[in-house]
């Protein structure tokens, strides 16, 4: 049974950083991608990051340069990596995995398989 578990979020001033985790479980990370997505409040879910099992990355485009997303294969661990945040980065942030690839559609959640329960980032002014 695939298991997603985040962490990582909390409080923080802009211009702040944080690193969310996402500890998998029950999956080889060989074979699947996975991403990123955030809720903000009152506001549809959407992609931040992705990264495919070959290592091939994609980022929104509110977010390019400042997010970064990684993974420790050996840890079977998600990370992302925020900078330079602000307060409209304010939301819930969720892993999820799937197997395969999906390219230029991995923003699509609807496609993932498992979801984490997610982390909430609250950025202040």
């Known amino acids: 049974q695939v298991q997603l578990v985040e962490s990582g979020g909390g409080p923080v001033q802009a211009g702040g950083s944080l690193r969310l985790s996402c500890a998998a479980s029950?999956?080889?990370?060989?074979?699947?991608?996975v991403a990123w997505f955030r809720q903000a409040q009152g506001k549809e879910r959407v992609g931040v990051a992705s990264?495919?099992?070959?290592?091939?990355?994609r980022y929104a485009y509110s977010v390019e340069g400042r997010f970064t997303i990684s993974k420790d294969s050996a840890k079977n661990t998600l990370y992302l990596q925020m900078n330079s945040l602000t307060p409209e980065d304010t939301a819930m942030y969720s892993c999820?995995?799937?197997?395969?690839?999906?390219?230029?559609?991995?923003?699509?959640?609807?496609?993932?398989?498992?979801w984490g329960q997610g982390t909430q980032v609250n950025v202040s002014s």
């Open positions: 990264i495919e099992s070959a290592g091939s990355t």
């Open positions: 999820a995995a799937r197997k395969g690839r999906l390219g230029h559609v991995s923003f699509v959640s609807v496609l993932y398989t498992y």
């Open positions: 029950g999956y080889t990370d060989s074979s699947y991608v």
